[in-house]
């Protein structure tokens, strides 16, 4: 971090994918997942995404557990503050100079770079949020990438319900832990099972 020619390479990565994140919208399994917790069904959402969607969707940030970070937030590495994205990116298109924070700690978009190490805290929660779950449902993951993949086994090595809804093959599939396997699109099959419930 501390070369400012690859701070301005980092930031030129970025702001190159920024329109496309400012303005993506939630889809119906991240709603699906919004009314559960309305509903009062959802003790947390543990997801590797940082594309801020279940954020706008309507978790709640208490139960939002956000592994890899968000590319809706801008944090400074030092002090730690997160800040909208917009003006940094604005300064950053005009000036050409990676911003600062007002501490004077380097900026970058709050998401985990290839290298740094996961927060700790978000760790935690997600364990805490697995050693309480009365029934675990991953969603649209290959669940190959750990310590995210490790979460779903947790829970269901206490014995609780692990469903997996995936097209394509998943690391967990032949997992003994696994209640239920189903095969297919996650926005078809999850937000109609959901609507179901809720019924």
């Not at 970058?108 to 805490?128: C, M, N, Y």
């Not at 949020?129 to 649209?140: Q, S, T, Y």
């Not at 669940?143 to 809804?165: E, K, M």
Request: hydrophobic letters at 40%; proline letters at 7%; aromatic letters at 6%.
């Amino acid at each position: 971090m501390t070369s400012e020619r690859a701070r301005i390479e980092h930031w030129d990565f970025k702001l190159e994918g920024w329109d496309g994140f400012r303005t993506a919208e939630p889809n119906e399994s991240h709603r699906a997942i919004a009314k559960l917790e309305a509903a009062g069904k959802v003790a947390a959402v543990v997801t590797q995404n940082i594309d801020g969607l279940h954020a706008r969707a309507g978790t709640s940030p208490g139960r939002l557990v956000e592994l890899h970070g968000t590319n809706l937030l801008i944090e400074c590495q030092t002090c730690k503050r997160r800040t909208d994205p917009d003006p940094h990116f604005d300064f950053f298109r005009s000036h050409r100079k990676p911003p600062l924070c007002e501490c004077g700690g380097y900026l970058k978009p709050a998401t985990i770079s290839f290298g740094q190490s996961l927060d700790p805290q978000v760790l935690v929660r997600a364990e805490e949020a697995a050693m309480h779950a009365d029934l675990v449902v991953a969603l649209g993951s290959t669940l190959s990438v750990y310590p995210a993949a490790s979460f779903p086994l947790l829970a269901a090595q206490r014995g609780v319900p692990y469903v997996i809804i995936n097209r394509g093959a998943t690391d967990h599939d032949h997992e003994p832990a696994v209640s239920l396997r189903i095969e297919g699109d996650v926005g078809e099959i999850f937000p109609a099972a959901v609507a179901a419930a809720l019924s």
